[in-house]
């Protein structure tokens, strides 16, 4: 079986810089990825990791370290509208060439002023 | 530029009555999964299709639950005689093929549509 865990909430002020942390138990790994969600809405693409090491993309960073199955999302110069869910999902490479994602349970990130 | 359609947005349905979800993907991308998300809850794949083809069906539940994609029109996820259990987000995603030699866009994202939110009297 597959699991993921990452922290329920956290919440950081406005301007700062604030780490997601997600560490997975998984067969057949082929990399991370990064999801946002707002208010029950479509999940949104934020960064991926098939390889060790940091990706940026933006204010967004995401960072794997595949021997410790251990991965992070790095949000800086935080803004009101960054108030989300977040979810790292483990995508696994499937027959016919498809992509299986396995969502962890999400962590709320509250921004305040 | 259409992203990923999925209709009803909402639907309302008795215990014991059908549910039909419908999601038509973006242009270009072959594949489609579905997706279940309770409160409170990561999303969970359910089944993954390409054109006429089940390829992974094992996040589905065994009974009740089929899902189809055929070779015109959207794929449909069908809910037979829904419980209140069955109340949740469902979110469809379509992604290009990873071994197709020029995927559209790159193979490892998965584009998600709205959602349609199931709630069950």
């Known amino acids: 079986g597959q699991s993921l865990e990452q922290p329920s909430e956290v919440t950081a002020v406005e301007g700062a810089i604030v780490q997601i942390n997600c560490t997975y138990q998984t067969s057949g790994f082929y990399g991370l990825s990064w999801y946002q969600q707002h208010d029950g809405g479509a999940p949104t693409f934020l960064s991926y990791?098939?390889?060790?090491g940091l990706e940026e993309t933006g204010r967004f960073s995401s960072f794997l370290s595949r021997s410790d199955s251990y991965g992070y999302l790095l949000l800086q110069e935080l803004q009101m509208k960054d108030s989300a869910s977040y979810f790292c999902a483990v995508r696994c490479i499937l027959t016919g060439g498809g992509n299986k994602l396995t969502f962890g349970t999400g962590t709320q990130l509250k921004v305040e002023l | 530029n259409a992203g990923v359609m999925q209709n009803p947005r909402h639907l309302v349905r008795r215990r014991g009555q059908e549910a039909r979800l419908r999601c038509s993907p973006m242009?270009?991308?072959?594949?489609v999964y579905w997706y279940r998300q309770l409160p409170e809850e990561g999303l969970k794949f359910m089944v993954y299709l390409q054109k006429e083809n089940i390829i992974d069906e094992s996040g589905m539940p065994k009974e009740r639950f089929s899902a189809e994609f055929p070779k015109e029109g959207p794929s449909i996820l069908r809910i037979q005689q829904v419980v209140r259990g069955d109340s949740a987000a469902y979110f469809c995603a379509s992604g290009p093929s990873s071994l197709a030699p020029t995927p559209s866009g790159k193979s490892y994202e998965q584009y998600f549509g709205p959602g349609t939110r199931l709630t069950v009297t």
């Open positions: 242009k270009g991308h072959s594949h």
């Open positions: 990791n098939g390889l060790d």
